[in-house]
C-alpha cells in the first residue's frame, strides 16, 4: 500500500551531533517500517549536506525518486537546543525543501499507484512550490485520505494556511498547545478536549482527530467515539520525532481499522519506544513497541 508524503528533509543540529531529520521525513522512516510503500517528496540543496541526506536516505530504506537536487536554497538546518528533555527548534529558511518539484512523469508513477494516504504538516506547506504539488496529488487521488500533522513552528504558518489545510484533511494530529493555537485563530473557546474534537470534527468532516498530551498520552476522536489513552512508562532521552513516530503509528492503526482503544494504545506506545532512545529515527521492532506498558486504565465516552 502507497503513502505519500510531503514536506521537509533537514538536518537537526546540536551542539555536539547532527542528526537527519524534519517531521515528515521522520514520519515517511517510521511508517516504512511499519511496511509501507512510502513515495516522500521533498528536495536538498546541491551541496555536501545534500549529498550526505541521499546517502542517509537510501541507507534508512527509503526511495529517493522524489527528493529532487536544486540550487535554489542549501539543505535545510534546524538549531535544536534542548530544555528539561523537550526541543526548542531555530528553523533556517529559505531552504532547499521549500522548492520540491516533480515531473509529469513522476505524477504518473505515483497515480498509478493509487496512494491510499497523502500525508503532510505546515511547515512545508508556507512555501508555493510544495503547496502546488500537495493540491495536484489530492485532486489527482480522489480515493486517498489526507493525513494533517499540524506541528506548528514559531514563524512558520499564517492562519489562513492552517485554516485552508484544516479544511482539506480527513485526520489531523495536533498537540494542546496547538489545539489552543487553532481555538485561537477561529476566535473560540472549547471546555474540553471532547468538545474541540465534537466541534471541529464536524465542521470540517474529519474522520478523527488525536490531540497528543506529551507524558499523558493522547486524546482521540474517530467514527464518533472518544477516547483519552495514556502514557507509557519510560525514561526519556530525547522527544525529537517521537511524535512523528506516532504518527505513524496512528496511520498504521488506521489502515488496519482498528479500534479507537487500540488505535490510541498503539501510537502511544511507538511514540514512547522512540522517545526513549537518542534520535529521532532510532532503531525499534514491533515487539519493543508492544512491549511498552501504559501508565492507567483508559477512560472512553461517546
Not at 102 to 109: G, T
Not at 248 to 259: D, K, V
Not at 262 to 286: E, K, M
Request: aromatic share 10%; net charge negative.
Amino acid at each position: 500500500m502507497n503513502v505519500v508524503v510531503i514536506g521537509e528533509v533537514l538536518w537537526d543540529l546540536f551542539d555536539d551531533a547532527q542528526h537527519i531529520g524534519g517531521a515528515p521525513f521522520n514520519f515517511a522512516v517510521h511508517t516504512s517500517r511499519l511496511g509501507y510503500d512510502v513515495s516522500f517528496i521533498s528536495a536538498v540543496g546541491d551541496d555536501d549536506l545534500g549529498r550526505a541526506t541521499l546517502e542517509k536516505v537510501q541507507e534508512l530504506g527509503l526511495n529517493t525518486r522524489y527528493i529532487r537536487t536544486t540550487t535554489e536554497a542549501p539543505t535545510g538546518r534546524v538549531r535544536v537546543r534542548l530544555e528539561s528533555g523537550q526541543p526548542r527548534f531555530t528553523i533556517e529558511r529559505p531552504a532547499a525543501y521549500d522548492f520540491p518539484s516533480l515531473s509529469e512523469e513522476d505524477f504518473r508513477a505515483i497515480n498509478i499507484a493509487k496512494p491510499k494516504w497523502i500525508y503532510y504538516g505546515t511547515l512545508a506547506q508556507m512555501s508555493g512550490p510544495a503547496r502546488n504539488v500537495t493540491q495536484r496529488l489530492t485532486a489527482d487521488n480522489p480515493q486517498a485520505k489526507t493525513f494533517y500533522d499540524i506541528n506548528l513552528r514559531p514563524d512558520s504558518y499564517t492562519v489562513p494556511l492552517v485554516r485552508e489545510l484544516l479544511a482539506g484533511a480527513s485526520f489531523l494530529k495536533i498537540n494542546e498547545d496547538e489545539v489552543a493555537a487553532v481555538l485561537e485563530m477561529f476566535d473560540e473557546t472549547a471546555g474540553t478536549l471532547l468538545e474541540f474534537c465534537r466541534i471541529y470534527a464536524e465542521r470540517f468532516g474529519w474522520r478523527g482527530v488525536c490531540i497528543t498530551r506529551a507524558a499523558r498520552g493522547c486524546a482521540l476522536w474517530l467514527d464518533g467515539r472518544y477516547v483519552e489513552s495514556p502514557g507509557c512508562r519510560v525514561t526519556v532521552a530525547d522527544t525529537v520525532g517521537a511524535g512523528d513516530a506516532f504518527a505513524a503509528g496512528l496511520l498504521h492503526s488506521l489502515q488496519q481499522g482498528w479500534t479507537a482503544e487500540r488505535t490510541a494504545d498503539f501510537a502511544n506506545r511507538l511514540g514512547a519506544v522512540v522517545a526513549s532512545r537518542p534520535g529521532a529515527i532510532p532503531a525499534w521492532t514491533l515487539r519493543d513497541v508492544l512491549g511498552m506498558a501504559p501508565q492507567e486504565s483508559r477512560r472512553e465516552q461517546e
